[in-house]
T-cell receptor
Framework: KQEVTQIPAALSVPEGENLVLNCSFT??????LQWFRQDPGKGLTSLLL?????REQTSGRLNASLDKSSGRSTLYIAASQPGDSATYLC????????????FGKGTKLTVNP | SAVISQKPSRDICQRGTSLTIQCQVD?????MFWYRQQPGQSLTLIAT?????????ESGFVIDKFPISRPNLTFSTLTVSNMSPEDSSIYLC?????????????FGPGTRLLVL
């Protein structure tokens, strides 16, 4: 059974700092991994999707990496801004064509001006 | 990305009653999903709803408690039946639109439910 863990549960940083959010998964037979952000009172916004054959994906100030052998993914946020404050969730999809995403509990990020 | 709306956005309900949540997508999609996010917990998949077939429920969720309709390719409903305080949660609708970005899932804004 795939389990996804995110550490830390909460993170507070000053504006401008570069930061890394961590996601680990127990089953290395992962098909892809997706990072989302969730703002209070809102749904999830997809940030990046990494296929199992890829090692990283970049979008603007965000860079996500995937290491299947170690069961880890990281989301790197460069030059953080107060608008980046949100809860960040990672979700893995198992190989075999299953559409089911398994989510971590998320990391609540606060970027202080 | 796909634009998804949900109704209601929030509700407060009495124990023993039922609530139907609507999910509308701005384009036709094959697969729609219903998730639950309990306070302080991660998202948990309730069921997958494909148009023209019965919904597929995950372990721990049953059709009598969470009946789902999928009458067409842009709309679905989830009913939370005979509610108890343990059903207080955020319920989210999600779709996968392979035509826009392969295998990326998009989520609606969620329905916040409080059961008294």
């Amino acid at each position: 059974k795939q389990e996804v863990t995110q550490i830390p549960a909460a993170l507070s940083v000053p504006e401008g700092e570069n930061l890394v959010l961590n996601c680990s998964f127990t089953d290395s037979a992962i098909y892809n991994l997706q990072w989302f952000r969730q703002d209070p009172g809102k749904g999830l916004t997809s940030l990046l999707l990494i296929q199992s054959s890829q090692r990283e994906q970049t979008s603007g100030r965000l860079n996500a990496s995937l290491d299947k052998s170690s069961g880890r993914s990281t989301l790197y946020i460069a030059a953080s801004q107060p608008g980046d404050s949100a809860t960040y969730l990672c979700a893995g999809r198992l190989q075999g064509g299953s559409e089911k995403l398994v989510f971590g509990k998320g990391t609540k990020l606060t970027v202080n001006p | 990305s796909a634009v998804i709306s949900q109704k209601p956005s929030r509700d407060i309900c009495q124990r023993g009653t039922s609530l139907t949540i609507q999910c509308q997508v701005d384009s036709q999609v094959t697969m729609m999903f219903w998730y639950r996010q309990q306070p302080g917990q991660s998202l948990t998949l309730i069921a997958t709803a494909n148009q023209g077939s019965e919904a597929t429920y995950e372990s721990g969720f049953v059709i009598d408690k969470f009946p789902i309709s999928r009458p067409n390719l842009t709309f679905s409903t989830l009913t939370v039946s005979n509610m108890s305080p343990e059903d207080s949660s955020i319920y989210l609708c999600s779709v996968e639109d392979w035509r826009r970005q392969r295998e990326t899932q998009y989520f609606g804004p969620g329905t916040r439910l409080l059961v008294l």
